[in-house]
Nanobody, 124 residues
Framework: QVQLVESGGGLVQAGGSLRLSCAAS????????MAWFRQAPGKEREFVAR????????RYADSVRGRFIISRDNAEKTVYLLMNSLKPEDTAVYSC?????????????????WGQGTQVTVSS
């Protein structure tokens, strides 16, 4: 089992950057693929980015590709999301998630553990 705690959210102007962190507890962090999802008010939770157990395979949503970078430090049991060139439409609660299956993808159903989320607000 793993517990996830996000941090790093806040208010930023359009064009700015933020780095989110997701710290995991437990001994087997590198057994999990990790992902970031986000949920804007009135909308469904959507996939943002995923990173494989070793960090060698990365996938992004089209809406963030080229602006966001996902990374992980297995020794620190942390996954990061560096968000550049932020837009007002990036405003949402961002949550990290962990998947036991190596075949996890972009669906929320693929993930077994979730953090509580951190608010990101981008002003225009």
């Amino acid at each position: 089992q793993v517990q996830l705690v996000e941090s790093g959210g806040g208010l930023v102007q359009a064009g700015g950057s933020l780095r989110l962190s997701c710290a995991a507890s437990g001994r087997t962090f590198d057994n999990y693929a990790m992902a970031w999802f986000r949920q804007a008010p009135g909308k469904e939770r959507e996939f943002v980015a995923r990173i494989s157990r070793s960090g060698g395979i990365i996938r992004y949503a089209d809406s963030v590709r080229g602006r966001f970078i996902i990374s992980r430090d297995n020794a620190e049991k942390t996954v990061y999301l560096l968000m550049n060139s932020l837009k007002p439409e990036d405003t949402a609660v961002y949550s990290c998630a962990a998947a036991i299956s190596a075949y996890s993808g972009t669906s929320t159903n693929d993930y077994d553990y979730w953090g509580q989320g951190t608010q990101v607000t981008v002003s225009s």
